[in-house]
């Protein structure tokens, strides 16, 4: 299987050091924001992980290869190119066997990340149950690889275009733990709060390690969810995003959007609504996200 992974000079690097790395998706720069700031938040990011003390490892598909880390020019291709594949489980042979680009969503990046032996993964939000799914059976690869593959996913909770009770009752039949980090309260990506509570409150970065490495030396397979809400000087008024999210969703109805172009139709069409403080928003949270994500990620190498 590592005949698939090609790792950057500095990750390399680190994996012979033995220090500790954090994974980062791709599709948050090709699919997630407009460019530049698609390009210029992941170097941001990556630099936050560094100060942190350990290293970024943003993932993607180029050559017939998985990239675990990226180069500058690297980056500058995915937040630029028109036609990158959004990457799921069931579409990695392919991106990969056709020699394609493809970026890589929550669930290929928890692949990715766990072949390359990488513990914690950062990103903005997990995907989930989306509204209507009692009839569309519309439901994120997301949820199914945290079943299954055994990564830390740190995350701002979910986007509250999805059906946020329906996301944590099926991440809880699966037996996935959800963590929050500074508060009781499940985070809504956009908001602090969504209505609803997360299984474990765990704040601190050595007790979080303490737990999933526990979680996983029992051999319960799977991943963990760190939600940790967006600044409380970043964060959009629960009114307002709720409001404008379910103007979007009329919108995509009406428009016949479906499938995987539902997400970012919805992230767009937010961004018009507000002006441009949801797409600040959204960089706030990826980068407090990357910061408690280094930390843990130190925090799990120390108990290796």
Request: proline fraction near 4%; charge should be negative.
């Amino acid at each position: 299987m590592h005949s698939f992974l090609l790792f950057s000079p500095e990750v390399a690097a680190a994996r012979t050091a033995g220090r500790p790395i954090v994974a980062l998706e791709s599709t948050i720069i090709s699919h997630g924001m407009p460019y530049p700031q698609n390009v210029q938040t992941a170097r941001k990011v990556e630099q936050i992980i560094r100060d942190a003390g350990a290293v970024p490892a943003t993932i993607a598909i180029m050559d017939g290869r998985i990239c675990i880390g990226l180069s500058d020019e690297q980056l500058e291709q995915l937040g630029t190119a028109p036609d990158a594949i959004k990457v799921s489980r069931r579409d990695l042979a392919y991106v990969l066997s056709q020699r394609l680009l493809g970026a890589t969503t929550v669930a290929a990046t928890m692949i990715c990340a766990q072949l390359a032996g990488i513990e914690v993964f950062v990103t903005g939000g997990i995907g989930g149950v989306h509204r209507g799914a009692e009839t569309s059976f519309d439901i994120s690869a997301d949820l199914q690889e945290l079943a299954q593959t055994s990564v830390a996913v740190v995350c701002a909770g979910v986007k509250s275009i999805l059906d946020i009770g329906l996301t944590l009752e099926y991440l809880e039949t699966h037996g996935v733990p959800v963590v929050s980090v500074g508060q009781p309260g499940f985070p809504a990506f956009f908001t602090r709060e969504s209505g609803f509570n997360a299984d474990f409150r765990i704040d601190g970065a050595e007790q979080q390690a303490s737990f999933i490495r526990t979680k996983w030396q029992l051999g319960l397979q799977g991943g963990v969810v760190v939600s940790n809400p967006v600044p409380e000087q970043s964060a959009m008024p629960k009114e307002e995003i709720d409001r404008i999210t379910e103007q979007a969703l009329r919108e995509a109805d009406e428009q016949g959007v479906t499938g995987k172009k539902v997400t970012p139709f919805l992230l767009a069409r937010i961004k018009e609504l507000t002006e441009g403080r949801s797409l600040a928003t959204n960089i706030a949270l990826v980068e407090h996200n990357a910061l408690v994500g280094a930390r843990l990620a130190v925090a799990l190498n120390a108990t290796a």
